[in-house]
């Protein structure tokens, strides 16, 4: 084979071997668009299932925080403090009609009650069944109890009596500069027990409280807290002696 031959052959092969290389280059770039593709479809689709799952758990975290808040504020309520509207005129002069009063809490849970502390009890029979019917099994009962603010006047084992519009503890008379409506009738000496406690109202010439036989003396689970502080109308904010 002449020299030109070789050449010309050479010149052949090169030609032939130009578009294969060029196919194969084409051939290997639409694959890769096509794997590019695939990824960016994949990952728009895992974008996608993460934004429902996220919108989900949106939901659920929002529920979760607003159970969280019910928890909380029924917790404070019945640990620490709560507000209360005086409804009627059983303690003038010292609370008034429609006043928002601060029941605190902590004292009757320690048990650290004190003679002269104005309380928010409930009275026996006092209170009405509120029944929610949501069907058969799943009917709900709620008890609603009727409160009441009184002065705490005595004590377990204290005796106590009302004699000419004066209250006596242990047959001591007790000063009570802030009574306005004394007492128009007497109320016997009696001693109370382990479990009793005697509350009146400041306004003692109308107050339907412990000297009424239907209420009489009570126990220290009706004692529902402390009225602690004046809460409103604004202008009237003060602490309750």
Known sequence: MTDQDKQMTDEAITDKAEPMAAEDVKAAETAEETAVTEAEENEAGKKKEKKRKTVGQEILSWVGLLLLAVVIAMTFRALLAEPIRVDGRSMLETLQDGEIVLVTKPAVLLNKLQRGDVVIVRFPNRNKAVNLHLGAPLDLAFVQHELFVKRLVALPGD???????????????????????????????????DNQYMVMGDNRASSHDSRSQDVGPISRDMIVGKASLVLLPLNKIRTIH
């Open 159 to 193: 005796s106590v009596a009302v004699l000419n519009g004066v209250l006596y503890v242990n047959d001591q008379a007790v000063a009570e500069d802030f009574i306005d409506y004394p007492a128009r009738m007497d109320y016997p000496r009696r001693v109370l027990g």
